[in-house]
């Protein structure tokens, strides 16, 4: 956590997230009762960019998304809290209306993910999913999410939530299942959609 250059230091805040969830699972292992379950999300950083034609020469536009931990872990007295953060950062969540008034976007869905929370005697809260659709022929996307290997851990025999997915196209015969981290280009009409983890669980289910 002290990187030297040239070490790249780029989705600074995944790396900060997963340290503050090792040091809670530290702590987990000294005072069980008194420590959540691990918070869920990606730690999704999403950036979509181009260039929109119109009477005047082309207006280029940049829109900048972070989710950072969207649910609660379970606790030893209650269930986790869906799309809740955590309160290791603090990022405000921008309405789907102003987004589409503002960007060649459209938001298609965003909503919570069935069965995407950790069992446990009590349950961690539940994962989200977010779907945009592009409005322009040229799309630059760049993607920084984490969670696709090791869901958020459980405590005291709390299940893990689920892994994230990243995709593009879903459901369709061109889908592309992504890497947490990648950067492409789409066109008019791709959808990108990311399926949150949801959070660890607490106890045995």
Same mark, same amino acid.
């Given at each position: %956590?002290?990187?030297?250059?040239?070490?790249?230091?780029?989705?600074?805040?995944?790396?900060?997230?997963?340290?503050?969830?090792? %040091?809670?699972?530290?702590?987990?292992?000294?005072?069980?009762?008194?420590?959540?379950?691990?918070?869920? #999300?990606?730690?999704?950083?999403?950036?979509?960019?181009?260039?929109?034609?119109?009477?005047?020469?082309?207006? &280029?536009?940049? $829109?900048?998304?972070? $989710?950072?931990?969207? !649910?609660?872990?379970?606790?030893?007295?209650?269930?986790?809290?869906? !799309? $809740?953060?955590?309160?290791?950062?603090?990022?405000?969540?921008?309405?789907? =209306? %102003?987004?589409?008034?503002?960007?060649?976007?459209?938001?298609?869905?965003?909503?919570?993910?069935?069965?995407?929370? #950790?069992?446990?005697?009590?349950?961690? #809260?539940?994962?989200?999913?977010?779907?945009?659709?592009?409005?322009?022929?040229?799309? %630059?996307?760049?993607?920084?999410?984490?969670?696709?290997?090791?869901?958020?851990?459980?405590?005291?025999?709390? $299940?893990?939530?689920?892994?994230? =997915?990243? !995709?593009?196209?879903?459901?369709? &015969?061109? =889908?592309?299942?992504?890497?947490?981290?990648?950067?492409?280009?789409?066109?008019?009409?791709?959808?990108?959609?990311?399926?949150?983890?949801?959070?660890?669980?607490?106890?045995?289910?």
């Amino acid at each position: %956590v002290n990187p030297r250059p040239p070490a790249p230091v780029a989705a600074r805040g995944l790396s900060l997230v997963r340290i503050s969830q090792s %040091v809670f699972g530290s702590f987990a292992k000294m005072i069980p009762d008194h420590i959540p379950a691990s918070s869920g #999300g990606a730690e999704v950083g999403v950036s979509l960019a181009g260039y929109t034609k119109g009477k005047t020469p082309w207006r &280029p536009w940049v $829109h900048v998304e972070f $989710h950072v931990e969207q !649910a609660r872990g379970a606790a030893s007295s209650h269930d986790g809290l869906d !799309a $809740h953060f955590s309160g290791i950062l603090s990022v405000a969540n921008a309405p789907a =209306e %102003v987004l589409e008034a503002e960007q060649p976007l459209k938001l298609t869905q965003y909503s919570f993910l069935e069965d995407s929370e #950790g069992a446990g005697q009590f349950r961690g #809260g539940l994962g989200l999913v977010r779907e945009w659709e592009t409005l322009t022929e040229d799309t %630059v996307l760049q993607v920084r999410s984490d969670r696709a290997k090791h869901g958020p851990y459980g405590l005291n025999g709390g $299940h893990s939530g689920k892994l994230a =997915e990243v !995709a593009i196209n879903p459901g369709a &015969p061109d =889908e592309r299942l992504m890497p947490s981290k990648f950067l492409t280009n789409l066109t008019q009409g791709d959808r990108l959609r990311i399926a949150w983890s949801g959070a660890g669980g607490w106890g045995n289910p």
